[in-house]
């Protein structure tokens, strides 16, 4: 009878050891790459079954030493004209509204040739434009009110910065979700990204952290909010 018990044992422990070690199933696979590229979420798991995961999530890290962090840094203090260190506050402001107020769903996923998958997301990211239009709606009306800001430069900037600020943190997610597709593939019991997705990654960052796939939309959006005030 021990020995029975034995073998069992071993065969259960076996067979949990079999289960843990196959790869990950597309939609497991799809859920990963969003928790981790933009929650920060189950990284170690990422770096574990995606290809080249660990050089990833180190590039996308969202700290002041992450790579993506860094541009959007830069992007902000030459966009706004203000200095690195709004820049950098606006952005952790950014970052918190997109940890607290940002979801997603997967729309679908399509089989397609060679172990890859398209994954299609449906992203409501942060209203970013609503909240820069409501911000210079704020400070337009004060500058237009306070004869003050007439010939200070850097009073109606820093006016601007803290609305702005203020209004990220109070950032809701878009109402309508963006969609993005992005191709996966299964290569020897991981995950990778192909180089084609460059672009399609680029624009699901986009729509999580401003509510629109590209970038160029962002900026038309912009000159709108900026025209509503006249």
Do not use: R
């Not at 790459?33 to 979420?41: G, L, R």
Request: hydrophobic share 40%.
């Amino acid at each position: 009878m021990k020995k029975w018990l034995i073998l069992l044992l071993g065969l259960f422990i076996l067979g949990g050891c079999g289960k843990s070690s196959q790869p990950l199933s597309e939609k497991q696979a799809a859920k990963l790459f969003v928790e981790s590229v933009i929650y920060n979420q189950s990284q170690k798991s990422f770096e574990e079954n995606f290809v080249d995961g660990s050089a990833i999530v180190k590039e996308m890290e969202h700290s002041k030493d992450g790579e993506f962090s860094k541009a959007l840094v830069a992007q902000m203090s030459q966009a706004a004209a203000m200095s690195n260190e709004q820049a950098e506050k606006l952005t952790d402001s950014l970052k918190q509204a997109l940890k607290t107020k940002t979801s997603y769903k997967i729309k679908n996923i399509k089989s397609k040739k060679d172990n890859h998958y398209l994954v299609t997301y449906e992203i409501y990211g942060v209203d970013f434009i609503g909240s820069v239009g409501k911000a210079l709606k704020v400070s337009f009306e004060k500058i237009a009110n306070d004869p003050t800001y007439a010939d200070n430069e850097e009073k109606a900037q820093e006016l601007l910065f803290n609305a702005m600020n203020e209004e990220i943190k109070k950032a809701q997610k878009i109402k309508d979700p963006v969609e993005v597709k992005i191709d996966l593939v299964q290569k020897d019991g991981k995950w990778d990204i192909p180089s084609s997705q460059e672009k399609n990654i680029q624009s699901l960052i986009t729509a999580f952290w401003v509510g629109f796939s590209d970038e160029k939309d962002v900026a038309t959006a912009l000159s709108q909010a900026v025209a509503d005030l006249y």
